[in-house]
């Protein structure tokens, strides 16, 4: 059914429902003259007087458990008015029996799909069920530990004791506090944070989840409550240390109830209101009292205070302590005619309290609240989710219920969801049923007057709202609905039917809501279902990796020593051609001892001085003997020899010295995993001009200093991510080794090794054939390259494609959100018992970023081009079936193979057209498209190619300047967190230690980020550079390309032709002119010739390429001595000296050649696509200063083409992607 319909299906099914229900309650009451005898049922309260009943078979586990592993049913039985429900045993069934009890099928709930198989032959089943097996064969999973650990605590030298108190007051307070109800909300508020914490964070706060889901669960009768909260304490114990979990869990505390449940306080209203209404009944309202309101029976209250804010002044202490922190409280204040609008829901009334203070700031807020009147219904959505009471009371309990109906009935209306993907305006029924319908119904019974009703029946059914646990149907939740309209609506609105009709449209909505989700539960559960051993390998890896990390001092202290040790280092890095030193397993190369010598000769003394520094600190080396070595480099070359190479000035004893130095730094670094590999990636993370100034400072010194101890306490925090980074990338590649073979199976993937070597594999080749002669294996690279390796020297052992598998179940993270949140938040689908376990894994997941995955993902591009699942053999067509030819680039012609037909094994054949993109623009916009399309283009066989007019491609991304703050929607997160990887954790992902992120800013509640956009397109920019780099795509710099939806064309400036672009030209295949256009291909740019330095010839005028100017400049050579060259242009009265060594590039004067870089080229050669009368295809020059001003005409062929350049054009023959302002971004500032 298509998804347009679904929700007038669903509404008609629920219809069906009540007028079924409707009529079976007026049959019962028509027959049944007198009630059943009460039953009791299993763990509830007596059940009530009912006349129809409806029961089914039930598994129940607990007793499975204690009746030996035997299957053990119980009846669940319900009540057909209000679907009620309870367990009874046999012997009380068989009564029912006989007083009209009717009796359904046994219902089993959806199955989970099994469906194992992916797209590709590198994921198949076998990896998926060996999974358990390999964790515990290489890493001993059974004994790995229950809960992760971490040290990621603060370094402070004070308040040692006070944060080890606080943190302990702060644990044991939560564990006495936690019951079922409190654990479930708890839970519920955590897994929203997820998304934006490290790797081990999330892993740490998942093991909180996890423990408060199973104190929530009733069901579980085998573990005592005592056992639970002891595991409750532990996982606290472990999460508290980190400082950003730490913080979360305070944060989110205010959902905890710490002295009353909401249906405590309604079951015993009386006394609760009286608390309400003491005179002073502020200072104890967080723990008694109801919400007040204009219209709440304990108004004495809110006189008395209204008194006292004027007795006692505004602005001052001991008024907010007594009037409960309100001053000139709206309903206070003659003058605010706009009631009560809701600003909080922006933040904008604690930006003003913060900014002018409580009382000046809510004067700000008032004023506000006139000018605006009423807030939208969005914005009263998104408010009622965070604070359901005080939005209905300042905005009006009508008003929000007529708000929230319309917005469900929005959101089930329409099948492609809302706009901005904001979580708080998602559906989720479970969660409005348990924490905001209570809300709600305390609301409407305090504004109508608490009775003896509301004790009676609104208090116990509050108890089950509270109590809804999840399960695999929405039967419990529609149930709840159900009494909810049929028992509750009437009493609690009073009869008044304002508040009665939008409440009940919104409750229709709810339930309609509740069948759209099953079908979408399933789509969810057939992703899943793929990538299980994904989601297994990821969260097992989470739990077995090792996230310790050195202490702070150590840290710091290798910093430092790298930074002094790097120059030295960097000589024997790479001296002549020759490996001196190989800092990723940190060997030195001692045996090559002549040669370290002459590379630490060939230093200068200033590169030396830090490593000289260290040996005197550790007195190995006398500070004299440095000194007098300067002095006698001071004064054979003056203070410029410190620059030069160090020579015989540096004795046996220094270089023995300083290669001892070397190697126990080398070796000590190995044993804490902190490699000069690791500490560079760190300060690589630091800002250009940030890690200028650390390293100079060191080097010379300085390291003690307030600046330098800023700046390496930075580098420290991203040096304890990179540690981590590293120990994930360790264990995959361990994970990933299978056993050594020489039995090599065709089209498998092998890990090749140097027999003798310990260095590690030289990468991931797929098999192809062995010859019989010779030991000369062939394989394939991940590139697509041949390459061959003798048996006798490499050895293959099998590869575990597990970094891939855990890739595609982050994918299938990012699918979740495109495909399926347009209505339903990714919380609703955790609702169900059966996928709850699984989503938590796999958002966890989400957050596991290393370069290991990062090279897998990049990993899976390069295997989908080279292995098309569409490209097929002219060898293998069938007979009857139809396939594409590639007749001409980019076109292809659909044919239906016949035995016997005429093939040419030239062309290539596919069983669907290649899927060919171009994307016209290098912004936001253009390079998420690139890197979202990249795969289904490869997939099909097709090409992306990116236009970008800007240099940014040959600049390192240098043109970025755009500085505008935009915020993007989670659809955004989902795409850049997967295509990016660790470079989305680098700028938006805080660090250990960090209360907000590196560049961006992140709303976990509403799930949007925040960047400039140059910041933004920088690492964007950077991901598309890497994907080019192996060729998976392929962009042109400065393409000056336009498209023109009115004329469906795309052209393109002659000086912005390169090599492979196809345009159309009046001139025939035979090179003769024509009327037509025809197809040509650019071949080749043949360049002017480049003119040396013995060329030169003084007082004449030269074409010299300036990258400053970005271009070529008439240039005159005003003199040319010993080799040094002057140059000067008249017109932009510029002077440039020049060597031999660092001459320019230099052509003839040319005048047409000023100003374009490109002018440099002579000519340019096109060669037809099509066979000439001689069937060969025809080249011709064309003199490239003719056409680099002229407009040509690009022939994309069967291309589909993504103009991302700009605000969308209005036009009714082309698709726009996204409405006037980009899809799912906002700019809210600049």
């Not at 049913?73 to 429900?85: E, G, I, N, P």
């Not at 899976?860 to 007749?887: A, C, M």
Request: hydrophobic share 35%.
């Amino acid at each position: 059914m298509p998804q347009g319909n679904d929700y007038v299906a669903a509404l008609e099914k629920v219809f069906a429902e009540d007028e079924t229900s409707a009529r079976k309650s007026l049959a019962a009451k028509k027959s049944v003259k007198k009630s059943v005898k009460k039953v009791g049922r299993v763990g509830f309260a007596a059940a009530p007087e009912v006349q129809e009943f409806e029961a089914e078979n039930y598994f129940d586990e607990e007793a499975a458990g204690n009746n030996g592993g035997k299957s053990t049913r119980r009846l669940k039985v319900y009540d057909a008015k209000t679907r009620q429900s309870w367990f009874v045993d046999q012997k009380t069934y068989a009564l029912f029996s006989k007083r009209n009890v009717v009796r359904t099928d046994s219902y089993g709930g959806l199955v989970p799909i099994q469906d194992k198989t992916t797209d590709d032959k590198t994921f198949n089943e076998k990896y998926e069920v060996e999974i358990d097996e390999l964790f515990e064969e290489k890493l001993d999973d059974k004994v790995a530990p229950t809960f992760i650990e971490s040290n990621d605590e603060i370094a402070s030298k004070t308040g040692g004791c006070s944060k080890k108190a606080w943190r302990n007051s702060y644990r044991r307070l939560v564990v006495h506090v936690t019951d079922s109800k409190n654990a479930i909300r708890f839970s519920r508020a955590l897994q929203i944070q997820l998304d934006y914490l490290m790797a081990h964070e999330s892993a740490l706060l998942g093991d909180i989840i996890k423990v408060l889901d199973h104190i929530s669960d009733d069901g579980d009768g085998n573990t005592p409550m005592s056992v639970k909260k002891r595991n409750l304490n532990v996982a606290l114990t472990k999460a508290l240390v980190n400082v950003n979990v730490g913080r979360i869990l305070v944060a989110n505390s205010g959902t905890i109830s710490y002295f009353f449940h909401p249906d405590t306080r309604v079951s015993n209203n009386r006394t609760f209101n009286l608390l309400s209404g003491w005179q002073f009944s502020n200072i104890i309202s967080p723990i008694a009292m109801f919400t007040p309101s204009e219209n709440f029976i304990g108004s004495r209250a809110l006189a008395v205070n209204s008194i006292l804010r004027s007795f006692l002044g505004p602005g001052r202490f001991l008024t907010r302590l007594i009037t409960g922190g309100r001053e000139e409280f709206v309903v206070d204040d003659v003058k605010a005619i706009a009631q009560n609008l809701a600003a909080e829901t922006t933040g904008f009334e604690a930006a003003m309290r913060a900014q002018f203070g409580n009382h000046a700031g809510r004067q700000k807020v008032n004023q506000f609240r006139i000018e605006n009147r009423l807030p939208t219904d969005e914005s009263a959505v998104r408010s009622f989710i965070g604070s359901p009471i005080s939005t209905m009371v300042n905005n009006g309990v009508v008003h929000i219920l007529r708000a929230l109906a319309n917005h469900w009935e929005g959101l089930n209306t329409i099948p492609f969801g809302n706009f901005a993907h904001q979580r708080m305006e998602q559906l989720n029924v479970n969660v409005i049923l348990r924490f905001h319908i209570p809300f709600v119904l305390m609301t409407l019974a305090n504004l109508r007057g608490w009775c003896s009703w509301d004790s009676m029946v609104l208090g116990p059914f509050i108890t089950k709202l509270m109590n809804l646990r999840p399960t695999d149907t929405m039967d419990p939740a529609n149930e709840l609905l159900n009494e909810l309209n049929s028992n509750i609506v009437d009493n609690v609105c009073g009869g008044i039917f304002s508040r009665m009709e939008p409440f009940r449209r919104w409750i229709t909505q709810m339930r309609v809501a509740n069948e759209l989700i099953m079908t979408e539960k399933e789509k969810v559960q057939t992703i899943l279902s793929s990538v299980t051993a994904g989601i297994e390998a990821g969260y097992k890896l989470t739990k077995t990796v090792d996230w310790m990390v050195p202490d702070n001092v150590t840290m710091l202290k290798y910093v430092v020593q790298h930074i002094k040790l790097d120059p030295a280092k960097k000589r024997l890095r790479q001296y002549n051609g020759d490996r001196l030193v190989d800092e990723q397993t940190g060997i030195l190369f001692t045996a090559s001892l002549d040669r370290i010598t002459e590379a630490l000769r060939a230093s200068s003394f200033n590169e030396l001085m830090p490593a000289f520094d260290m040996l005197t600190k550790s007195n190995k080396m006398s500070k004299t003997t440095i000194d007098s070595m300067k002095e006698n480099i001071i004064r054979t070359n003056g203070e410029a020899g410190t620059d030069m190479e160090i020579n015989n000035n540096l004795s046996s004893e220094m270089i023995s010295s300083l290669v001892s130095l070397l190697q126990q730094d080398l070796e000590q670094r190995q044993k804490l995993y902190l490699n000069d590999h690791v500490c560079k990636l760190a300060l690589n993370a630091l800002r250009p001009r940030d890690k200028r100034t650390l390293l100079e400072m060191v080097q010379k010194g300085y390291e003690n200093t307030r600046p330098a101890q800023l700046l390496l306490r930075r580098t420290r925090t991203l040096l304890k991510r990179e540690v981590r980074r590293a120990a994930l990338d360790r264990q995959l590649t361990l994970l990933s080794k299978g056993e050594i073979t020489n039995n090599l199976v065709e089209d498998e993937w092998y890990l090749v090794e140097r027999m003798g070597d310990a260095s590690g594999s030289l990468g991931i080749y797929q098999y192809r054939t062995s010859r019989s002669t010779t030991n000369d294996v062939l394989f394939i690279a991940r590139t697509g390259a041949e390459e061959r390796f003798d048996r006798t020297h490499y050895q293959f052992r099998k590869y575990v494609p597990i970094g891939e598998a855990i890739v595609r179940a982050q994918k299938a993270f990012m699918v979740i959100e495109l495909d399926l949140l347009k209505r339903f938040a990714y919380a609703s689908y955790m609702e169900f018992s059966d996928l709850r376990e699984d989503l938590i894994k796999l958002q966890i997941l989400s957050g596991v970023n290393c370069y290991f995955l990062d090279d897998a993902r990049l990993d899976v591009l390069s295997h989908i081009k080279n292995h098309s699942s569409t490209q097929v053999s002219w060898r293998d067509l069938k007979p009857g079936h139809q396939y594409f030819v590639e007749q001409k680039p980019y076109k292809y012609e659909l044919f239906e193979f016949e035995e016997g037909m005429d093939l040419d094994n030239r062309k290539r054949y596919f069983k669907t057209a290649p899927q060919n993109m171009i994307v016209v623009g290098g912004g936001p916009t253009g390079l998420l498209t690139t890197l979202h399309s990249l795969e289904n283009c490869l997939r099909s066989g097709g090409t992306m190619k990116l236009y970008e007019a800007r240099d940014a491609f040959e600049k390192a991304g240098g043109t970025y300047e755009r500085a505008q703050v935009v915020r993007l929607d989670s659809r955004w997160v989902r795409m850049l967190r997967y295509h990016l990887g660790t470079l989305f954790e680098d700028v938006w992902i805080p660090a250990t230690e960090e209360t907000d992120s590196h560049l961006g800013n992140t709303l976990p509640t509403q799930g949007f980020i925040e960047i400039t956009i140059k910041d933004m397109e920088a690492i964007m920019h950077l991901e598309v550079s890497k994907l080019w780099s192996r060729d998976l795509l392929e962009i042109y710099a400065r393409s000056s390309a336009n498209f023109d939806y009115k004329k469906n064309v795309m052209t393109k400036q002659g000086n912005a032709l390169k090599e492979r672009d196809l345009v159309k030209r009046r001139v025939d295949p035979n090179g003769e002119p024509s009327e037509e256009f025809h197809t040509w291909e650019v071949v080749q740019l043949i360049g002017n010739k480049t003119l040396s330095p013995d060329d030169m010839t003084p007082g004449r005028s030269y074409n010299v390429f300036s990258r400053d100017q970005g271009g070529l400049l008439t240039m005159e050579l005003v003199s040319a001595d010993e080799g040094v060259f002057d140059f000067r242009s008249t017109d932009e009265g510029l002077t440039i000296q020049v060597t031999r060594s660092n001459f320019p590039s230099v052509y003839a004067y040319d005048p047409k050649a000023k100003g374009n870089a490109r002018s440099s080229f002579k000519t340019i050669v096109f060669q037809s696509v099509d066979l000439n009368r001689e069937g060969k295809l025809t080249r011709y020059e064309v003199e490239f200063a003719s056409i680099m001003n002229e407009s040509h005409i690009m022939d994309v062929g069967q291309t589909n083409i993504a103009f991302a350049s700009g605000k969308p054009a209005v036009t009714k023959e082309h698709l726009t992607a996204c409405p006037y302002e980009p899809y799912g971004v906002s700019c809210i500032q600049g």
